[in-house]
């Protein structure tokens, strides 16, 4: 269940001492073809990292073969150092896969960098490079778990995922565990598929998918400085999906990570989905969501196992979607605590002493839904959150 399950696929991890822990912080994911189809999207914060700039930059060649991930380090706000640090991290390991694959040159425009952890601080190259190579020396068709653990920072485990065609797979990895706000993908992803498919074909798969997963999830309102979601393509499989065939599971990879880093959102008690329905349009139906998710009196009621309405009713009050304040309903797990915009059920029927909590909001607006998935706020987020990174 890893990056390299799919075929045509190779990947390590390794500790480079980025990590004051020790533990594993460089990881690299070759694509050893035959194709090299690749698609991303990237975050929509301004203050874009210095391997998002890079990143972007190669994705306009219209190949990578290969990605390098670090954590601890984001490599954000650094300046012209930090983007000329990224293109050194490029360099060396296009000639270090050159080394080792003479007669297929790579060339530092078809590799991606990726990297999080601390917003502000230059990355160490003089551990960064070397681990790089180590990596690269240690690349293996059965190297997938290693790179998955290598990404993580305050993640409590890594997540991986793999989702089965006819005669094709697609593979992904995905790490973050909070700034999970992301308006189009999420903290760092990787997805590799052996299907035969085109460039134009991948990118308007990883769209669709990240539009209704890594899109619609919002741990904390805090968007990322470094969000890089990478579709890789090898077409080992010599099978072409059809493009539904595709979108469909390169959506279910993303949604099952999307699942797994709101699970092991920092300090989190409660796994929430917000089902908004009888929206006017999807953007309403969104809009009311995140409205919701990111209301930390929300938040705070459901760790504390309250199932206030009111603040649920007060939150999509604050959006510009179409509704009737007087026409609206409030579930909570299966509970019309509101109905009408006024109290109904007796709220004491909801039960909230499990981990999974459904909040479900019928504007009676339209016939549009969406889900919105978040967490509750507890006290560990703040300890979590002391020393902040990407």
């Not at 797994?260 to 349009?281: F, S």
Request: charged content about 15%.
């Amino acid at each position: 269940m890893t990056v390299t399950t799919p075929v045509g696929f190779r990947a390590a991890g390794v500790a480079a001492g980025l990590k004051s822990s020790g533990a594993a912080d460089i990881a690299v994911v070759v694509n050893d073809g035959p194709d090299t189809g690749v698609a991303a999207v990237f975050t929509s914060n301004r203050v874009k990292a210095a391997p998002v700039a890079w990143s972007e930059q190669v994705l306009h060649g219209g190949l990578v073969r290969a990605v390098v991930l670090n954590s601890g380090g984001a490599n954000a706000c650094t300046g012209p150092a930090g983007f000329q640090d990224t293109h050194a991290t490029a360099e060396h390991a296009a000639a270090a896969l050159t080394a080792l694959h003479p007669d297929q040159p790579f060339g530092a425009g078809e590799v991606a960098i990726c990297s999080t952890g601390l917003i502000g601080e230059r990355l160490p190259m003089d551990k960064l490079l070397p681990g790089v190579g180590a990596a690269i020396g240690a690349l293996s068709a059965d190297g997938g778990q290693a790179a998955a653990e290598a990404i993580m920072t305050t993640d409590t485990r890594p997540k991986t995922t793999v989702i089965s065609g006819t005669g094709w797979t697609v593979g992904g990895m995905a790490k973050g565990a909070g700034m999970l706000a992301p308006a189009m993908a999420t903290m760092l992803c990787v997805l590799t598929t052996d299907a035969v498919a085109d460039p134009q074909t991948l990118d308007a798969a990883l769209r669709a998918a990240t539009r209704v997963t890594f899109d619609r999830i919002d741990s904390d309102g805090c968007m990322s400085t470094n969000d890089t979601v990478l579709l890789l393509a090898s077409g080992a499989s010599g099978v072409t999906p059809s493009a539904a065939e595709l979108t469909t599971a390169v959506t279910a990879a993303c949604h099952d990570l999307a699942q797994q880093l709101i699970a092991d959102a920092e300090g989190a008690t409660k796994q929430i989905a917000i089902e908004v329905v009888g929206a006017a349009d999807e953007d309403d139906a969104v809009e009311v969501g995140r409205s919701v998710a990111r209301n930390n009196l929300v938040k705070t009621a459901l760790f504390g196992n309250d199932p206030n309405w009111g603040r649920i009713l007060a939150a999509v009050g604050t959006t510009a979607a179409e509704f009737e304040p007087d026409a609206v309903d409030v579930a909570v797990n299966g509970i019309w605590v509101c109905k009408g915009g006024a109290a109904a059920e007796d709220r004491s029927k909801v039960d909230l002493t499990g981990r999974d909590v459904t909040i479900r909001i019928d504007l009676h607006a339209g016939a549009t839904e969406a889900t919105v998935w978040t967490n509750d706020l507890s006290h560990a987020y703040v300890h979590e959150n002391s020393a902040y990174s990407t």
